[in-house]
C-alpha cells in the first residue's frame, strides 16, 4: 500500500508541475498577444472581440486561450480555460462543480485548487490558479479592475492515462 500511495502522490507532484508550467505559459502568452497584439490592434483602429470572424476584429485573449486549447485538448495534451465568474465571454463561465468551488476557494484566499478527476471518462488532474489583470491593457475591458486585480482563474486539466500507464 505505501508503494502505491507513494507512487500516487509522486505522480501527482509531476502532473502538478505540468499544470504550472501550462498556466505560466498562458500567463505568459496572453499578455504578450495584449501587449503587442491587441494593444496595437487597436491602435489601428481594430477590434477586440469574442467573434473574431470579422476581417477588422482579434479575438480577445482568453478567447485566443481557449480556441488554442481547445485544439490541445483534441490531440489529449491537455485542457486549459479562462474561467470567471463574470466572464466577458458566456464561454468562459465556469463550466461544472470543480471550477465553480475552485473559483469559490480563490476568491476566499486559497492559492490553488486541485483534484484528480473524471472528466467525459477519463482520468484527469485538474488545478486552477488565480488569474490576475497582468498589463494596463487588461484593465481597458475589465471595467473597474486595476492591474495585479483577480479577473478570474485558470482551469487545467491533464489527461492521466499516459501517466498512469508509465
Known amino acids: 500500500y505505501l508503494i502505491g500511495h507513494q507512487l500516487q502522490t509522486d505522480l501527482e507532484?509531476?502532473?502538478?508541475?505540468?499544470?504550472?508550467?501550462?498556466?505560466k505559459q498562458i500567463e505568459v502568452t496572453r499578455a504578450y498577444v495584449t501587449k503587442n497584439f491587441v494593444v496595437k490592434a487597436k491602435a489601428a483602429g481594430m477590434k477586440t472581440g469574442?467573434?473574431?470572424?470579422?476581417?477588422?476584429?482579434i479575438p480577445f485573449p482568453a478567447t485566443f486561450t481557449r480556441e488554442t486549447s481547445e485544439q490541445l485538448a483534441q490531440e489529449d495534451v491537455y485542457n486549459a480555460r479562462v474561467i470567471s465568474i463574470t466572464p466577458l465571454n458566456p464561454k468562459n463561465a465556469?463550466?461544472?462543480?470543480?471550477?465553480?468551488?475552485?473559483?469559490?476557494?480563490?476568491a476566499a484566499g486559497q492559492k490553488e485548487f486541485t483534484k484528480i478527476d473524471t472528466v467525459m471518462g477519463k482520468t484527469v488532474f485538474r488545478r486552477v490558479t488565480h488569474d490576475l489583470a497582468s498589463v494596463q491593457a487588461c484593465v481597458?475591458?475589465?471595467?473597474?479592475?486595476?492591474?495585479?486585480?483577480?479577473?478570474?482563474?485558470?482551469?487545467?486539466?491533464?489527461?492521466?492515462?499516459?501517466p498512469m500507464a508509465q
Open 50 to 57: 469574442i467573434d473574431h470572424s470579422p476581417p477588422d476584429t
Open 140 to 162: 481597458g475591458c475589465h471595467e473597474g479592475k486595476k492591474v495585479g486585480d483577480m479577473l478570474g482563474a485558470v482551469s487545467v486539466q491533464i489527461p492521466m492515462d499516459a
Open 13 to 23: 507532484r509531476v502532473l502538478a508541475d505540468q499544470a504550472f508550467i501550462v498556466q
Open 94 to 106: 465556469p463550466q461544472d462543480g470543480f471550477e465553480k468551488d475552485a473559483l469559490t476557494a480563490l
